[in-house]
């Protein structure tokens, strides 16, 4: 089945400890995000890919960085984790300016 | 600065008519979206609207006043899995999604 699949579905993480959220997608999008979704502030923009090899921050990158090699491959990196990165995580897609996004099912981060 | 404002809850009635505002203030416009989002589960498409009007699509209609900064989701003939929160976002100037926080749809019986 096409779509996005983000890996773990949840966590319990350390704060302090370095963490690597996946998330493959197998439609050849062009376009990549990481949201975070926090009760009441809606979707939050950390990072964006537009094409394989370029990255850019969004509107809350402190503490996560991304890289992507591949088109299909967007991993998010947490290098220290903190109790306020506790979050729900989602990757999407897309493959044109004009057309909705295309959602992960999440990743469920707590940091203790 | 850049803004989305919709309604935090509303609640309406199995069967009955409900339509969810959203207004917008953004550095540039590439269009509106409505997703939908169940508890626990990731946003689904559900509209794109970028030229002024209504836009039906079964028992989902998307309206857009761009000289207003306004779009409506009307929902009709509710039933209960339309329980959820339903997100506005405008696409801006550079191409990226503004999103609102959700507006939490309770359906009753």
């Known amino acids: 089945i096409a779509g996005i699949t983000q890996a773990p579905t949840s966590q319990i993480l350390a704060a302090g400890r370095r963490m690597t959220l996946r998330c493959t997608q197998d439609?050849?999008?062009?376009?990549m995000y990481w949201y975070r979704q926090d009760l009441g502030l809606g979707l939050r923009l950390i990072h964006y890919s537009n094409t394989a090899g370029t990255t850019g921050k969004g509107e809350v990158p402190d503490g996560y960085s991304v890289s992507r090699a591949n088109t299909d491959d967007f991993p998010l990196t947490l290098a220290s984790a903190v109790p306020s990165q506790t979050s729900v995580y989602f990757c999407?897609?897309?493959?044109?300016?004009?057309?909705?996004?295309?959602f992960g099912s999440g990743t469920r981060l707590t940091v203790v | 600065g850049q803004n989305i404002d919709q309604p935090t809850e509303m609640t309406a009635t199995e069967g009955a008519i409900v339509q969810i505002n959203c207004t917008y203030q953004?550095?540039?416009?590439?269009?509106l979206f409505w997703y939908q989002q169940h508890a626990g589960e990731a946003p689904t498409f559900l509209s794109y609207?970028?030229l002024d009007g209504l836009e039906e699509k079964g028992r989902f209609s998307s309206f857009l006043s761009r000289s207003k900064g306004y779009s409506y989701l009307l929902l009709k003939e509710l039933q209960m899995k339309d329980s959820a929160s339903y997100l506005c976002a405008v696409m801006d100037s550079n191409y990226q999604l503004i999103w609102g926080a959700g507006t939490k749809l309770i359906i009753k019986p």
């Open positions: 439609m050849r999008h062009n376009a």
């Open positions: 953004t550095s540039g416009f590439n269009g």
């Open positions: 609207n970028v």
């Open positions: 999407a897609s897309s493959d044109s300016d004009n057309y909705g996004y295309t």
